[in-house]
């Protein structure tokens, strides 16, 4: 257990450092703060346009870093053998991808903190007061977050930084559209009917998190609801992180 | 005591080590010689766990390298060594520190005195990425002997760094000696293995052509001329079989 704390630690560290991620958050901080001006023209619909606009964007951003960060994970470390000075202390492929998958997954849950509280400011100097339906929404996404570093690390135990990234975004894009596809083969034939079928129960539904329109047009979200989400999260993070850690033993470095 | 018997190993149905046989006693300075690509990289990298052997067994201490106690007492230079830019080289050292089990609360003091035996000590709080190759490669060796391990493997310690570097390293390398810890070492520096290995062993296309006292192999000569010997034969009884 404290191997996985100190990967968590060292990993935390040297993701925050990073110069490119402090660019990608300054520029995040930006965009929300110009939400201000974006809803002062939108006709006295202030709150729904900042609302809208900055959940959307803190999601982007927080997708840009993730990927930015885990795509290289753990196959940067096997390019530059940096894993070779790991692997060869008393350390095992679990300990080191739960480690990294911690510190990592603190690292962006900082960012999307710091993001949050720019937006929860701006709607409070709006007028909108506490936001606690938006803060159900981050949540979420913390969720997806975390669901997704998982993602990443499986790819980035086989995959080049690239790949993984690439593997990453269409995971996400498919994940956002399993209802839509399903849809789409319903009347289409048996064979494409249960290929689409496999794919849904393969790739995680990551519209499960996404309540950004829910929350902008003023609905309640359910804690039962939340609850699901994270445990729904947890499951594939942990069948998934189980996957990379198979990988990863089975690698003649 | 490392003991080596029999281990192959091959990638993409190339044999890289093919019955190699070996046993090093404990507390001595072995150097590991061979021509590029003979299997030396290979042969640490099994003895330390990161590749499993195709087969043969391989005991440190009566422990194989991949269980975590045997771990604990191993510490593993590889060549041309990598670290993490963002981090200072007092923080990576307590991280690699940090991972077992009797170095895990070493108080600040005892990593600055390793820094300060590898000589860079005045460079701990500055960022890795601003390390020259050869501060690189005393960092390396600085993580490799971080837990005041029994068996320290060096896979081209001496690279990379400048004549008054290589001393110092020679140096530490004698000091460790004298701690009664094991050395096994990589090099291409055959002058630098004469002057501080008790024994070495000498691998050509994976197949071990000598292993046993460097002065008995020497026998006159310098290390050089003998190894370069040893090889040139070694590729000419190989294109007769052919």
Request: proline share 3%; glycine share 10%; net charge positive.
């Amino acid at each position: 257990m404290k191997n996985i704390f100190v990967i968590a630690k060292n990993t935390f560290r040297a993701a925050i450092r990073d110069r490119i991620l402090h660019g990608i958050l300054v520029f995040a901080l930006l965009f929300i703060l110009f939400t201000i001006f974006l809803g002062s023209i939108s006709l006295g619909e202030d709150l729904m346009v900042i609302r809208s606009i900055g959940l959307a964007g803190m999601y982007l951003f927080g997708m840009i870093i993730t990927i930015f960060l885990a795509s290289s994970l753990i196959s940067l470390e096997i390019e530059r053998r940096t894993l070779y000075l790991i692997l060869s202390k008393p350390v095992s492929a679990t300990e080191l991808i739960l480690g990294k998958f911690v510190g990592l997954f603190a690292a962006i849950a900082l960012i999307t903190i710091c993001m949050s509280a720019v937006y929860l400011g701006v709607v409070w100097y709006k007028g909108g007061g506490f936001d606690a339906a938006s803060l159900a929404s981050i949540v979420l996404q913390l969720f997806e977050t975390g669901l997704f570093i998982a993602i990443i690390t499986l790819f980035s135990t086989f995959a080049t930084p690239f790949a993984a990234a690439m593997y990453g975004i269409l995971v996400l894009y498919i994940g956002h559209s399993l209802s839509i596809l399903l849809q789409y083969v319903q009347y289409r034939g048996a064979a494409l009917n249960t290929a689409a079928h496999i794919v849904y129960y393969i790739v995680p539904n990551l519209e499960k998190f996404n309540v950004r329109n829910i929350v902008v047009h003023d609905m309640p979200v359910s804690v039962g609801m939340i609850a699901l989400a994270g445990l729904y999260a947890a499951l594939y993070a942990i069948v998934l992180l189980y996957l990379a850690k198979h990988v990863l033993g089975k690698k003649d470095l | 005591m490392i003991e080596i018997r029999n281990i192959r190993k091959s990638y993409g149905g190339y044999p890289v080590v093919d019955d190699l046989s070996l046993t090093v006693k404990s507390g001595h300075v072995f150097g590991f010689l061979g021509p590029n690509g003979a299997g030396k990289t290979t042969t640490i990298k099994m003895l330390v766990g990161l590749v499993r052997a195709d087969g043969g067994t391989i005991k440190i201490d009566g422990r194989e390298p991949h269980e975590q106690a045997c771990r604990e007492q191993v510490g593993f230079m590889p060549e041309d060594p990598y670290f993490y830019d963002r981090l200072t080289g007092m923080e990576f050292l307590m991280f690699c520190g940090q991972l077992f089990k009797k170095s895990y609360r070493k108080p600040e003091r005892e990593y600055g005195e390793i820094l300060k035996l590898v000589g860079i000590h005045d460079a701990r709080d500055q960022m890795i990425a601003t390390y020259s190759k050869g501060m690189k490669q005393r960092l390396g060796f600085a993580q490799a002997i971080v837990n005041d391990p029994a068996h320290v493997f060096l896979d081209e310690p001496l690279d990379g760094l400048d004549p008054i570097g290589r001393r110092e390293i020679k140096d530490i390398i004698k000091k460790l000696h004298a701690d009664g810890k094991t050395v096994f070492f990589n090099s291409h520096v055959l002058a630098d293995v004469e002057e501080i290995c008790h024994e070495i062993g000498i691998i050509h296309k994976g197949r071990l052509v000598y292993a046993g006292d460097v002065k008995q192999f020497c026998n006159g000569r310098t290390l050089e001329e003998k190894f370069v010997m040893a090889i040139g034969q070694e590729r000419n009884s190989s294109m007769l079989t052919l």
